[in-house]
């Protein structure tokens, strides 16, 4: 059964600091990993989409990498701002009509 | 247009109420799901269809009933729920099942039952 750990589960930061989120999954046989972010009773946002057979994907001040046999991923923030301060959550597509598995998330909080 | 819609934007009900939640969206995906998302919590998911037929329902208590009327709409109608049921309803769409798209997903419902 897939499970899929984020960590760590807050962090806060200075506003200009740059930061990594970690994701981690148990099975390997991922089709892809999607990072979302979560504003408080909000919808996800799709942030990135990174397919099995990619290393990376970038958008603006976002990295997000894949190394699937490993089982982890990481989302890179470069110079956090505080408009950054959500909950982060990373998903995992499972070969079950594009279920989604969810990490628990990271509350992300960065100080002006 | 990346737009997944969800109406109402809240909705308190009482326990013996019937209600639904209303969610469109008009990128042409066929798949669309719906997931219920505790405080504090990752979303579950509930129900997905495909071509408008039900395809996953993750065994949700028949006082929620999904449906799928048109390749662009999915409702879920509420009935006889509980107090724990309160949450926020959250629909997502995608090109279609095969797991390679992305999934974008509408603002969500808080629901409240009192």
């Known amino acids: 059964k897939q499970e899929v750990t984020q960590i760590p589960a807050a962090l806060s930061v200075p506003e200009g600091e740059n930061l990594v989120l970690n994701c981690s999954f148990t099975d390997s046989a991922i089709y892809n990993l999607q990072w979302f972010r979560q504003d408080p009773g909000k919808g996800l946002t799709s942030l990135l989409l990174i397919q099995s057979s990619q290393r990376e994907q970038t958008s603006g001040r976002l990295n997000a990498s894949l190394d699937k046999s490993s089982g982890r991923s990481t989302l890179y923030i470069a110079a956090s701002q505080p408009g950054d301060s959500a909950t982060y959550l990373c998903a995992v597509s499972s070969n079950q009509g594009g279920k989604l598995i969810f990490g628990q998330g990271t509350e992300l909080s960065v100080k002006p | 247009d990346t737009e997944v819609t969800q109406t109402p934007k809240h909705l308190v009900m009482g326990m013996t109420n019937k209600k639904s939640l209303k969610c469109e969206q008009h990128m042409g995906h066929r798949a669309m799901y719906w997931y219920k998302q505790k405080a504090k919590k990752p979303p579950e998911l509930m129900f997905v269809?495909?071509?408008?037929?039900?395809?996953i329902n993750e065994s949700v208590p028949s006082r929620f009933s999904p449906e799928c009327p048109n390749s662009s709409l999915l409702n879920l109608h509420l009935h006889a729920l509980q107090p724990e049921d309160s949450a926020l309803y959250l629909c997502?769409?995608?090109?279609?099942?095969?797991?390679?798209?992305?999934?974008?997903f509408g603002p969500g419902t808080r629901l409240t039952v009192l």
């Open positions: 269809y495909s071509y408008e037929k039900l395809s």
């Open positions: 997502a769409s995608r090109v279609g099942l095969l797991s390679y798209n992305e999934q974008f």
